[in-house]
């Protein structure tokens, strides 16, 4: 794994995430940012991610793998609680209102694995450098907001200070880039013989995106306002990704 793919995938979680000591999160503007990048991920899912998958002879087999990304963020879901997707209430509803770290471990595994899952597409052995760089800039957006939820509920629970959550968003860090080493050794071991492993891996992770995407940019507030600001937003993420994808090809 290169240093680049390393620092994008790793520092952005880190500085954001000891950034909520020095700064309260802005609510809205933590929604605003993950709607921007649930409009990214969407858009290089279908204008870079799908052709590229789609294009071989295994359309149909693709398409399972697309259908088992989105069932597998649909129950990590369940686990995490939409944290992969900005939710920053759960204390209000009081998922993890008790001061107990064994009530946001769940959360903690369950966007390790979400993380981890989204590094493997990054792998060096797969050779597509360009789609990887369009990749790699909407998973660090994506991961920004994720660990500003995370820190502030690690430090919601915390009484024995910044230790164990600092700890814990370290281990968050390193998800990402753990998922692309591991794919890597993997697709090494299995490139000869199994010719469209990373083919079904970015059909799994785009199926992951879709579920995020969508659910990122349907949902609405408790009132059901049209919000002219997210809107905007969004059409930024989208216009961000046509942009580059016009200028890689």
């Known amino acids: 794994m290169s240093i680049l793919v390393f620092s994008v995938l790793f520092f ?11 700064v309260k999160p802005n609510i809205k503007y933590l929604k605003l940012l993950t709607a921007f990048s649930g409009a990214y991920l969407l858009g290089i899912s279908f204008l870079e991610i799908v052709p590229e998958i789609f294009g071989g002879g295994e359309t149909f087999t693709i398409g399972l793998f697309v259908i088992l ?19 920053e209430h759960l204390h209000e509803k009081n998922i993890v209102h008790n001061s107990s770290y064994l ?3 769940p959360i903690m595994v369950g966007i390790c694995i979400h993380s981890f899952l989204e ?16 990749m790699l800039t909407g998973i660090a957006i994506h991961n920004i907001p994720i660990s500003i939820v995370l820190i502030s509920l690690l430090l919601h629970n915390s009484k024995k200070g910044a230790l164990v959550p600092v700890t814990l968003l370290l281990i968050f860090a390193f998800s990402a880039p753990l998922g692309t080493v591991v794919c890597n050794l993997i697709g090494t071991t ?9 083919d079904y891996v970015l059909a799994m992770v785009v199926g992951i995106f879709l579920h995020i995407s969508t659910t990122i940019l349907f949902e609405s507030d408790d009132h059901h306002r049209f919000d002219v600001v997210k809107l905007l937003v969004i059409v930024l993420g989208f216009a961000t990704t046509i942009v580059l994808s016009m200028a890689i090809h």
């Not at 990304?69 to 997707?85: A, N, R, S, Y």
């Not at 990054?122 to 597509?128: D, R, T």
């Open 103 to 105: 009530n946001t471990l």
């Open 190 to 198: 299995l490139i000869e013989e199994y010719a469209h492993f990373f």
């Open 12 to 22: 952005p979680v880190v500085i954001s995430g000891l950034a909520v000591f020095l």
């Open 119 to 134: 590094g493997m597409p990054l792998a060096e052995n797969y050779g597509n450098t360009e789609l990887q760089h369009t």
């Open 69 to 87: 990304g989105f069932f597998i963020q649909l129950l990590l879901d369940f686990i995490t609680k939409g944290v992969e997707h900005g939710h």
